[in-house]
C-alpha cells in the first residue's frame, strides 16, 4: 500500500490550494478516503471523508464550505481543494484509510497559511 500527497505549500489567508493523493498496491474503488492534518503541538484530526464511489463526503465543522473533498476512481486519486484558507489551517495534511489490517497514511504534505 502506498499513498503519496502532493500540493502543498505556502499561501496567503484567503488563498487556495488544492491537494492530491495517488494510492496505489489497494482496491482503491472499494475504500472510503479521508484527509486529516496534524498541526505542531497538536494531535492528528479529521479533515473530510468521502465513500468508495464519491457520492457522500463529511467535512469537519471548522472547514465545511470552504474544503471540497473528490475523488477520481480511474486515477486512483482523492483530491482536497481547499478556499479561503485561514492561519489555522496551517499543518501537514494526510490521506488516508482503513483497510482490512488497519489504518494506512500517506506520507503528509506541508501546508502553511500567513496571515
Known amino acids: 500500500v502506498q499513498l503519496v500527497e502532493s500540493g502543498g505549500g505556502l499561501v496567503q489567508s484567503g488563498g487556495s490550494l488544492r491537494l492530491s493523493c495517488v494510492a496505489s498496491g489497494f482496491t482503491f474503488s472499494r475504500f472510503a478516503m479521508a484527509w486529516y492534518r496534524q498541526a505542531p503541538g497538536k494531535e492528528r484530526e479529521f479533515v473530510a471523508i468521502i465513500n468508495p464511489v464519491g457520492g457522500s463526503t463529511n467535512y469537519v465543522d471548522s472547514v465545511k464550505d470552504r474544503f471540497t473533498i473528490s475523488r477520481d476512481n480511474a486515477k486512483n486519486a482523492v483530491y482536497l481543494q481547499m478556499n479561503s484558507l485561514k492561519p489555522d489551517d496551517t499543518a501537514v495534511y494526510y490521506c488516508?484509510?482503513?483497510?482490512?489490517?488497519?489504518?494506512?497514511w500517506g506520507q503528509g504534505t506541508q501546508v502553511t497559511v500567513s496571515s
Open positions: 488516508g484509510f482503513t483497510g482490512l489490517y488497519g489504518n494506512y
